[in-house]
């Protein structure tokens, strides 16, 4: 990668395989330099998997519970610092049959 001399911006090559400034510096370069210098081949992965979760499904840790509203045997939990970082945190639990949340502090 070149730099300018003028002004120290990064010098990228256009379709003709010239190096063109903003401040008006111009050089030329091959194709091989910048098949050398300008070419960069990282890791693809074409197949990235996408969840898509509405509020019905959450991708969130589950585990049987027993909901106090509708008798629900399946909720969600997660895990926030509600207060100082020197006291526990606070779990909460989401049924998944009606939604009913509550908070556990330990």
Same mark, same amino acid.
């Not at 370069?29 to 898509?52: A, H, L």
């Not at 509203?69 to 020197?86: N, P």
């Given at each position: 990668?070149?730099?300018?001399?003028?002004?120290?911006?990064?010098?990228?090559?256009?379709?003709?395989?010239?190096?063109?400034?903003?401040?008006?510096?111009?050089?030329?370069?091959?194709?091989?330099?910048?098949?050398?210098?300008?070419?960069?081949?990282?890791?693809?992965?074409?197949?990235?998997?996408?969840?898509?979760?509405?509020?019905?499904?959450?991708?969130? +840790? /589950?585990?049987? @519970?027993? &909901?106090?509203? %509708? $008798?629900? =045997?399946?909720?969600?939990?997660?895990?926030?610092?509600?207060?100082?970082?020197?006291?526990? +945190? /606070?779990?909460? @639990?989401? &049924?998944?049959? %009606? $939604?009913? =949340?509550?908070?556990?502090?330990?």
């Amino acid at each position: 990668m070149e730099f300018c001399p003028k002004c120290g911006k990064i010098l990228l090559p256009d379709k003709d395989g010239n190096l063109k400034c903003s401040c008006g510096y111009e050089d030329s370069i091959s194709d091989e330099e910048v098949k050398e210098q300008y070419s960069f081949e990282g890791e693809t992965n074409p197949q990235q998997e996408v969840i898509v979760t509405d509020k019905k499904s959450t991708a969130m +840790p /589950t585990k049987k @519970i027993t &909901c106090y509203k %509708c $008798g629900g =045997t399946e909720g969600v939990w997660w895990v926030l610092q509600t207060r100082s970082a020197d006291e526990a +945190p /606070t779990y909460f @639990i989401r &049924c998944t049959n %009606c $939604g009913n =949340t509550w908070r556990q502090s330990n």
